[in-house]
């Protein structure tokens, strides 16, 4: 359903962003790869003619201007924004400089709303228009001490998804964002049986879990879906856990 389809994915070098891709080239979508690390260059060459690589720092207007046009310099279209970039560095309150809390900022939220922008500039004038999904996370709405820059980024996040979902919808653009819970993406057999337990679903997620997600969103026949926040993360949030 997906061959033909040009897709965008932000921070696609690694982690979830690589699991999105990798999943869409499986279906013979036309990628574009951004990130700001240039390894996505070989990630592209791994994916073959079917994925280019745009190095970008979502933090830049010109950057994301550049990636836009590329894609569809190279691609003829944009039908597929996938928001996934971003960053997450704790810090106490009482220590945060501005600096720090502007950049986290500008990765993670501002980014989303410039990419989605420029996308959509394309999109509006295509006859089927598009689909944005953007990476927020169940941080938005459950935090651990020293993490406000990026929950505050994150519930953004799902407030500018349906915000833009009204904006863009007369233009046939579905806008939604997905909260993932604990994925991980880097060692999964040092899990622990506590963590998997933490899970109403029995078990920690993984990069797929999100990818499958943004392709149920993204699917054409799935045009009714728009402006939502969709929660992945096992059951976790849902379930009550007491300390000792």
């Known amino acids: 359903m997906f061959a033909g389809k040009t897709v965008v994915?932000?921070?696609?070098?690694?982690?979830?962003?690589?699991?999105?891709?990798?999943?869409?080239?499986?279906?013979h979508a036309n990628l574009v790869l951004a990130d700001i690390n240039p390894t996505g260059e070989e990630f592209a060459k791994e994916l073959g003619s079917r994925a280019i690589f745009v190095q970008t720092d979502v933090r830049k207007l010109d950057d994301i201007i550049h990636l836009m046009s590329e894609t569809v310099n190279h691609?003829?279209?944009?039908?597929?924004?996938?928001?996934?970039?971003?960053k997450?560095?704790?810090?106490?309150?009482?220590?945060?400089?501005?600096?720090?809390?502007?950049?986290?900022?500008?990765?993670?939220?501002?980014?989303?709303?410039?990419?989605?922008?420029?996308?959509?500039?394309?999109?509006?004038?295509q006859e089927n228009g598009g689909s944005i999904v953007s990476i927020a996370s169940t941080r938005a709405f459950m935090s651990e001490p020293n993490?406000?820059?990026?929950?505050?980024t994150k519930g953004g996040i799902v407030a500018l998804t349906h915000a833009l979902a009204r904006s863009f919808g007369p233009d046939g653009i579905k806008v939604n964002c997905i909260s993932p819970g604990w994925?991980?993406?880097?060692?999964?057999?040092?899990?622990?049986?506590?963590?998997?337990?933490?899970?109403?679903?029995?078990?920690?997620?993984?990069?797929?879990?999100?990818?499958?997600?943004?392709?149920?969103?993204?699917?054409?026949k799935n045009d009714f879906i728009t402006a939502q926040n969709v929660t992945i993360d096992g059951g976790m949030t849902k379930k009550m856990m007491y300390e000792d």
């Open 183 to 220: 994925i991980e993406t880097e060692d999964y057999e040092a899990l622990t049986e506590n963590d998997h337990a933490m899970h109403l679903s029995g078990r920690v997620g993984k990069p797929d879990d999100i990818a499958n997600a943004c392709m149920f969103l993204t699917h054409p």
């Open 9 to 27: 994915i932000t921070g696609a070098a690694k982690g979830i962003g690589r699991s999105i891709a990798l999943m869409y080239a499986r279906q």
């Open 75 to 86: 691609w003829g279209k944009i039908d597929v924004l996938v928001n996934n970039a971003g």
């Open 88 to 125: 997450f560095v704790p810090v106490s309150p009482y220590e945060s400089t501005i600096d720090e809390w502007d950049d986290i900022m500008n990765t993670n939220l501002r980014s989303v709303f410039l990419c989605s922008r420029e996308a959509a500039k394309y999109m509006r004038k």
């Open 147 to 152: 993490t406000e820059a990026y929950a505050a």
